[in-house]
């Protein structure tokens, strides 16, 4: 062994009994152990190495663990947390214009949305989740609580053409989102996404406005497409082409667009995803909930597209679970295509991380357990007796473990959930906020 004085200096050593770095791709490593400095990965290594060439001023231990990077919601509506089985069993239509909508148009404000989304930051820190890409009003409320929470978070500028408590028409929105991007340039843990709503509710113009700046910028766009067939049927009866080819005909296609749901696609659509480079947020629960339908999966991952998974709202979901959505998303490839070989185990736990981060921008930040990233890290636990045996921890993961599993998250090196309690958010405060906004939207 070294002498003590010649070791490496650093904040954290973890000690899990399995490590799966995603990077290499289906790799599950034990008896490693993870060297983190400055909110940063530093090496990963096997545990006598790190012993003998690091002095972290912390050592956690977890024998019982898998480690993992930080889950990334690829598509959410964080502060609908507030509308959690507010308007069940309904298709998406009734539930937005008949329910949704109506509630938002009474209740919407700056105190909604950052009480909401803090309880969503709560429930995410909660299963594992570090980073989510979010798509609502008042996105300046909700980058408070995302700050005060300690997770990372894509913000999406969401862009409508009519208006709502949020803003009066497309540029109201477009300005109120680029001066809070402006004014959030020095937070780390920040970044941004365009987010027009989705097709039946932005205009040619407006969609033109989103892909220059986008050009201008260099960050996402972010937008529900072809959730439902009902949304078709409309474009087709509007403008005379589906919503995709409009979109690329606008210009928005390209390694920049996040396609969110895609449930009904055609081949030459897949074909389009492809070759213009986009990414796809799939939320499987939502759809599933709503009846809106069940993705294919399989022409996609084939043709390399990449895509991530979103839980959606908390209000069509019902829960921000990602462990639920890598479940759920693995299991309908294979019964959709019989085909029992689709979408394995480790390619949703990347689905899950990488490909999400990568949607993002971020995957040379998060995603994977590689030195120089960002720790971004949640540990789950493997060894309750609900759970036994485990043959392949990665295969627990997706098949049998659930976010209750999940013992601590850390985002940036820093502990923010351990317990089943995130660092920085007191909930019983966050549960009396939670109760009176219960009673405004009950009666």
Known sequence: MNPENS????????YPKWIIPIEPTGVTLSDHALAINDGCIVDLLPCEKALKLYSPRE?????SHVLLPGLVNLHTHAAMSLLRGYADDLPLNTWLSEH????????????FVHTGTLLACAEMLRGGITTFNDMYFFPAAAAD??????????????????????????????????ALRDACKDYPLLSFCLAPHAPYTVSDKTFEKIATLSAQLEIPIHTHLHETRHEIAESITQYGVRPMQR????????????????????????????????HIAFCPTSNLKLGSGIPNIKPIHQRGINFGLGTDSA???????IFQEMRLSTL?????????TLLTAHQALQAATLNGASALGLDQQIGSLLPGKAADLCAVRLDDWMLQPCFDPASHLVYTAGRDNVTHTWVAGKLQMQNGLPSNIEIQQLL?????????LAY
Request: charged share 20%; aromatic share 4%.
């Open 7 to 14: 070791q490496v200096a650093i904040d954290l050593l973890i």
């Open 59 to 63: 050592e956690v231990e977890l024998p």
């Open 100 to 111: 949704i909508w109506p509630a938002e148009a009474r209740h919407l404000s700056a105190d």
């Open 145 to 178: 609580a995302v700050r005060q929470s300690g997770m990372r978070a894509a913000l999406g500028l969401v862009v409508l053409d009519h208006p709502t408590n949020y803003a009066a028409d497309a540029d109201d929105y477009l300005a109120k989102g680029l």
């Open 247 to 278: 979109l690329h005909t606008l210009g928005l296609l390209g390694p920049q667009f996040i396609a969110v749901h895609a449930v009904h696609l055609e081949a030459a659509e897949i074909d389009q995803l492809s070759l213009t480079g986009c």
């Open 315 to 321: 209000a069509s979901n019902n829960r921000l679970d």
């Open 332 to 340: 309908l490839a294979k019964g959709v295509n019989e085909d029992a």
């Open 432 to 440: 009396a906020r939670t109760n009176i906004w219960h009673n405004r």
